[in-house]
């Protein structure tokens, strides 16, 4: 059946389609990553722009075409990363311009407002170049535009014009030359961003002849592993080419003396790979250079910088193209922060939230942020359960193409069963090697063990050794939980109503610690909040005392106040241990209640 027209659902659809596809093909695009630095992050940065995206699709009003693509178009801004996911961006900031006020749209209609996209991706760039994902976005337009002449069927135009994007996407390596050198032909790859477009399309164009929105990602998610000739390529490039080091980007909130032609004068003296692109009120800036800080000075002239970010593409290309052997994995509980997972390539598998009938998944739809201020409003106490199989199966397949054995650091197998189906799932990968650690603990006290996980790594020790060295770690960790409230522990069963109303008449809130199974068990109580924090600070003093190699965390649930407290009492009484202070998610969070914090030690 043909499609003569699309309206907001279609289009909304068929944009999520075609951004999944790049998402799954996410670690391919990074191995092919050529230009304009070899930093094995292109599809990276394309998977985060459009996940951005599908986010920003799955709340918007799909009433009207108009609704849709502006709804992208300004989640694509404030998500895009690195070079193709700003163009990609620019891209549908045309879009969203050529289609501004429709309810529907016909073809010849969208061909023109890929006019509109076209012209705005290659106006972001200083220096467009051929043989990129530029160049194909040009040929795909020039081919819809011939295809409306003759057709009004969607499905027949995209059919038709996926074609001429692979054969121009065939054409770069001869197309790129930097400094005389045809730099995809050498390393015997096509362009990423390119590549990632026409993937793009493939999605669409799976999906019209697939139908369903959700059977067609669900079969998509499950069955992807690629299998192409061309996946096992990765492209081969030395990192002495980089250099601009930082890869910087950054929203711009346009002030009054906001130029834009002055900010790209300005900014390109200071590095290379100048995209600049938005909307009136707002512009995105990419740029790669020496001096990020500089150029967040600068580029304050012009209006409000928000959301600052740069990257290490020197250290992205080490760690894209250098020896690849112990990938490390955790979950949710970590409470480690995103930049030192991101960093360290720790990968993470969430546990699930849900608050009735309404589930998330931890640090991906639900902050530990939002999940107190949820919690502190909703009469509903909510539950917590670990990841699904499924969850852990994607996660190990991602890795192990990346590397050749797993270390798995999971909270206590005394308080969740991730532990176990963590190690269940590592079972089908039966000519790999796995050592999935029972932390016994959570939060940060599981983070000591990932941070010594990845030093031992780093520094090339073999899988048996760090398996060996993080068993013995975990005997050496303490955490001691002080509770505001018992109110938590009553409505989860864990202490009876009339023991619960004795404590709270007699102002008695406990102290609780894992046990050497690693359950949670009271250890102690105190006479109100402050004396249970103050009995935990004494049980991690004496814990220390005496001990060496000591390690200090302070970790609590939605007052910051309890923890910064304990902090000051412990830094005098180690002022050469450094402390660090961490938000609990929401699993420790379920047990304790609102005001919990925690002490976790390390000593040896």
């Not at 690629?226 to 890869?247: G, L, M, P, Q």
């Not at 008449?505 to 103050?534: A, E």
């Amino acid at each position: 059946m043909s499609i003569e027209y699309l309206n907001g659902r279609r289009l909304k659809n068929a944009i999520i389609a075609g951004a999944e596809s790049v998402i799954m093909r996410k670690e391919y695009l990074n191995k092919i990553n050529v230009f304009p630095v070899a930093d094995g992050d292109t599809g990276t940065n394309m998977a985060l722009t459009l996940k951005s995206v599908v986010d920003g699709l799955y709340e918007c009003d799909d009433s009207t075409v108009d609704a849709v693509v502006t709804c992208a178009a300004d989640a694509a801004l404030i998500g895009s990363r690195g070079n193709s996911g700003s163009i990609l961006a620019q891209f549908y900031q045309g879009m969203a311009a050529g289609l501004a006020g429709k309810e529907r749209v016909t073809a010849p209609e969208f061909g023109q407002s890929l006019l509109v996209a076209k012209a705005y991706a290659y106006e972001a760039m200083l220096e467009p170049k051929e043989g990129t994902i530029l160049t194909v976005i040009r040929d795909w337009t020039n081919s819809i535009l011939q295809l409306v002449q003759r057709t009004t069927d969607f499905k027949e135009i995209v059919a038709e014009s996926i074609k001429t994007a692979k054969e121009s996407l065939a054409r770069t390596p001869d197309q790129l030359i930097v400094n005389g050198v045809p730099v995809l032909k050498k390393a015997g790859v096509v362009d990423s961003g390119a590549q990632g477009f026409v993937d793009m399309l493939q999605g669409i164009y799976d999906f019209m002849h697939k139908g369903n929105l959700r059977e067609y990602l669900k079969r998509k998610f499950f069955s992807f592993v690629s299998t192409s000739s061309s996946d096992s390529t990765i492209a081969e490039v030395s990192n002495a080419t980089i250099t601009f080091r930082y890869c910087t980007e950054f929203i711009l909130e346009n002030g009054p003396n906001y130029d834009k032609s002055a900010l790209r004068k300005t900014l390109i003296e200071h590095g290379d790979s100048l995209i600049i692109g938005g909307s009136a009120t707002k512009t995105k800036v990419h740029i790669h250079t020496n001096e990020p800080e500089k150029i967040f000075e600068l580029a304050s002239r012009f209006g409000i910088v928000q959301k600052k970010k740069f990257e290490d593409m020197i250290a992205q290309h080490q760690a894209a193209f250098g020896k690849k052997s112990i990938g490390i994995v955790t979950d949710s509980t970590c409470d480690l922060p995103d930049d030192y997972l991101e960093k360290h390539d720790v990968r993470i598998v969430p546990l699930q939230v849900r608050f009735g009938d309404d589930e998330y998944l931890d640090r991906v739809t639900i902050s530990a942020q939002e999940f107190y201020q949820r919690l502190s409003a909703s009469d509903i106490l909510p539950k917590t359960s670990q990841p699904a199989t499924a969850a852990f199966k994607q996660v190990y397949e991602d890795m192990l193409r990346i590397y050749d054995s797993i270390v798995g650091i999971f909270i206590s197998s005394g308080i969740s069963g991730t532990f176990q189906n963590a190690r269940t799932t590592s079972k089908f990968f039966k000519d790999r090697k796995f050592a999935i650690i029972d932390s016994k603990i959570t939060s940060l006290g599981m983070g000591i063990l990932i941070k010594e996980a990845v030093k031992m790594r780093d520094e090339g020790k073999s899988l048996s050794e760090i398996e060996a060295r993080l068993n013995d770690m975990s005997t050496r960790i303490r955490a001691y939980l002080s509770l505001e409230t018992i109110d938590n522990l009553v409505r989860g069963g864990r202490l009876s109503k009339s023991k619960g109303l004795f404590a709270k008449l007699l102002h008695i809130n406990p102290v609780l610690t894992f046990d050497d199974k690693g359950k949670i068990v009271p250890l102690d109580k105190g006479v109100g909040s402050k004396g249970s924090l103050d009995k935990a600070i004494e049980y991690a003093t004496r814990y220390l005392e005496g001990k060496t190699n000591l390690q200090i965390s302070v970790v609590y649930s939605d007052k910051i106040a309890r923890a910064l407290y304990a902090k000051e009492q412990l830094s005098a009484r180690f002022p050469d241990v450094p402390i660090e202070i961490a938000q609990i998610s929401p699993v420790l969070g379920t047990y304790g209640g609102p005001g919990t914090a925690a002490i976790i030690v390390y000593g040896e």
